[in-house]
């Protein structure tokens, strides 16, 4: 089966640095994909793991721990539009059709 | 490229009817999928398709059928209403590539009544 835990809510502060942590237990594992989600709007593709390390793309980074079944996403200089909920997928090894299973997903909200 | 559209935006129905939610796009992907949102839950993955003329169960597929006639669309049917199908409703597809992600589509509000 397949598990995924992410914390239901997080606040920080315009300008700021957070990590959004994830971790997984699947069966079996075929990638890591982080989305972002603005309220009333469809999700949209952020960053894709599938070997350990950080993959960093402008001021949003993920970093994937295959061993630890862990994934952060670090959001720097925080923006109020950044606002939303952040979702984790993993893409496990069984069946086909590059399916995801998704966490529940953690509403940020940025402060002033 | 409108890359992934769905109709329609919203929609209330009473107990037992039924409906069609359509989904389309423009991306000559092969994949395309149907997910369920609701609060607490996460998306959910309703039916999936693979390939025109192909479609399989996901995680929650009770209550729902799917029909992929044709490459760039793909359809949801809920035969008999049911309260508990009151969500919100996403489409998504993507290329057959394994790092290829999914492109969503703008979503469909259900309310069952």
């Known amino acids: 089966g397949q598990n995924i835990d992410q914390p239901t809510e997080m606040t920080a502060t315009e300008g700021a640095i957070v990590q959004i942590n994830c971790t997984y237990q699947?069966?079996?594992?075929?990638?890591l994909f982080w989305y972002q989600q603005h309220a009333g709007e469809a999700p949209t593709f952020l960053s894709y793991?599938?070997?350990?390390g950080l993959e960093e793309k402008g001021r949003f980074s993920s970093f994937l721990s295959r061993s630890k079944g862990y994934s952060y996403l670090l959001l720097k200089e925080l923006q109020m539009k950044d606002s939303a909920s952040y979702l984790c997928a993993v893409r496990p090894v069984t069946g086909g059709g590059n399916k995801l299973t998704f966490g529940t997903g953690t509403q940020l909200k940025v402060e002033l | 490229n409108a890359g992934v559209t769905q109709t329609p935006k919203f929609r209330v129905l009473k107990t037992g009817q039924s409906m069609t939610l359509l989904c389309a796009q423009d991306?000559?992907?092969?994949?395309m999928y149907w997910y369920r949102q609701d609060p607490g839950m996460g998306l959910r993955l309703i039916h999936y398709?693979?390939?025109?003329?192909?479609?399989a169960k996901g995680e929650v597929p009770d209550g729902y059928n799917v029909s992929r006639l044709k490459k760039q669309n793909f359809l949801l049917g809920l035969e008999s209403a049911a309260p508990s199908q009151t969500s919100v409703y996403f489409c998504?597809?993507?290329?057959?590539?394994?790092?290829?992600?999914?492109?969503f589509g703008p979503g469909t509000r259900l309310t069952v009544l």
């Open positions: 793991n599938v070997l350990d």
């Open positions: 991306m000559n992907h092969e994949y």
């Open positions: 699947t069966s079996g594992f075929n990638g």
């Open positions: 998504a597809s993507s290329s057959s590539g394994r790092q290829n992600e999914q492109f």
């Open positions: 398709s693979v390939g025109e003329g192909t479609t």
